[in-house]
């Protein structure tokens, strides 16, 4: 492809002796030769004893760090991932390496004005009203303990159970003052439902069935759950008075019509932005559709690399590893990594065209735009200008981000 690109290096000399001193260097502290304390052992002798091959591969990858980054630096290489290395030749007089550099492949743009694309019209029920003050009501329901009565739906039951299966304790299947919500579907089918009508203090015997789509050990088998209910709680939702709207604490809002107009305008506004969300999709779809790039299996699987990561980093500040995220969803890192193929792919198209847009219509961030969308993004993230500036990665980050949005509005024909 056009855009491959093989640079062969060769460092000898000087230059490889004191790559070689370094690699020395590096492993010196862990180095334990008979005769020597561990770390004392001088360059001659450890070539005496292991020879100066036992140097080679570390001395190879110092080298290969500082002539990628020569490779990075300079201006007529345009490299869009990671770079294949191989070692031709290497020993003791020197190294030749072949770098394989991926540039940024030729985009030939198709259409991307007048697509013919619609933004829907975006409209708020009164139902739909009436569901988001019910769930407001919901969040500031009380939730006491129902002294009479039995378990009805959308109850919390406190509840103590035994599961037995095959006349044995089923493990992992016994609990104590478990408060298991009515309605939730947190347990197998049946067991909700078995425990609806209830009453404080009473026990019952649950005989269920495993479904078919559960553990490969227990799907379809029969399971007795005994379950005793040890106290009932319910939501008891506010009266709309005065202290409900003052512990609501939105802002002109002190009466129900007041909440009404402004759920509505709170549902119109996410509304609208899924509409506008979906629209842009549509038109970076029709447009990357239309234009012709050839990708590189090497850019995806960087795409595909930078996405993984991204999930990673998520997964951590939950407490999660990628490993253990495989493991509940099921799936090996292979398929996984075949899942996100063509979303990759879609990123990298999309990217690529609205680069390509910014060259073709000479698109510019100003220092104003880029002041601007710095003032803007800080506030809205609650941080300091300077302080937004770095954690994006620097004005040139702005830039880009600024130029990607311009390009955007002329694919929307603003």
């Avoid at 259409?111 to 019910?134: A, C, P």
């Avoid at 919901?138 to 002294?147: G, L, Q, R, S, T």
């Avoid at 919500?181 to 495993?210: D, Q, R």
Wanted: glycine share 8%; charged share 40%; aromatic share 6%.
């Amino acid at each position: 492809m056009k855009n491959v690109k093989e640079v062969v290096v060769e460092v000898k000399g000087k230059d490889w002796d004191a790559a070689i001193d370094k690699a020395f260097n590096k492993k010196k502290k862990d180095i334990k030769i008979d005769g020597f304390r561990k770390g004392s052992v001088t360059k001659e002798i450890f070539i005496k004893k292991a020879g100066i091959e036992a140097l080679f591969m570390d001395a190879a990858d110092i080298v290969i760090d500082a002539e990628y980054r020569k490779l990075v630096e300079d201006k007529n290489n345009d490299i869009v991932c990671e770079p294949t290395v191989s070692i031709e030749h290497i020993d003791k007089s020197g190294i030749t390496i072949k770098f394989t550099l991926i540039g940024r492949p030729e985009v030939k743009l198709g259409k991307y004005k007048d697509l013919g694309v619609k933004r829907e019209s975006v409209k708020v029920t009164k139902e739909e009203i009436e569901h988001e003050i019910h769930h407001i009501m919901e969040h500031m329901a009380e939730i006491v303990v129902k002294e009479n009565g039995e378990v009805v739906e959308g109850n919390t039951a406190v509840i103590d159970f035994e599961g037995v299966v095959d006349g044995k304790k089923l493990d992992g299947g016994t609990g104590a003052n478990y408060p298991l919500e009515i309605g939730s579907h947190s347990f197998i089918p049946g067991f909700e439902e078995g425990i609806v009508g209830m009453h404080t203090g009473e026990k019952k015997v649950l005989k269920l069935k495993f479904p078919e789509d559960y553990t490969e050990e227990l799907k379809g088998k029969d399971v007795e759950f005994t379950v005793t209910v040890r106290e009932i709680k319910e939501r008891i939702e506010p009266e709309m008075n005065k202290e409900f709207f003052e512990d609501l604490g939105i802002e002109g809002v002190n009466s129900k019509e007041t909440l009404e107009e402004n759920v509505k305008k709170e549902l119109t506004k996410q509304k609208e932005n899924k509409a506008e969300d979906k629209y842009v999709d549509e038109l970076l779809r029709k447009a990357t559709d239309d234009m012709k790039v050839d990708i590189n299996n090497e850019i995806i699987e960087s795409e595909i690399n930078r996405m993984s990561s991204q999930l990673e980093q998520e997964l951590k500040m939950q407490g999660a590893t990628l490993e253990q995220y495989l493991a509940m969803v099921g799936t090996k890192m292979e398929d996984f990594r075949s899942t996100l193929k063509p979303q990759a792919i879609a990123r990298i198209k999309t990217r690529y065209l609205l680069e390509e847009i910014v060259k073709e219509e000479k698109i510019s961030a100003t220092k104003t735009d880029i002041k601007n969308k710095v003032k803007e993004e800080a506030e809205k993230y609650g941080m300091k200008e300077e302080e937004f500036v770095t954690t994006v990665g620097g004005e040139d980050a702005i830039k880009y981000e600024v130029e990607m949005t311009k390009a955007i509005d002329i694919i929307k024909g603003n």
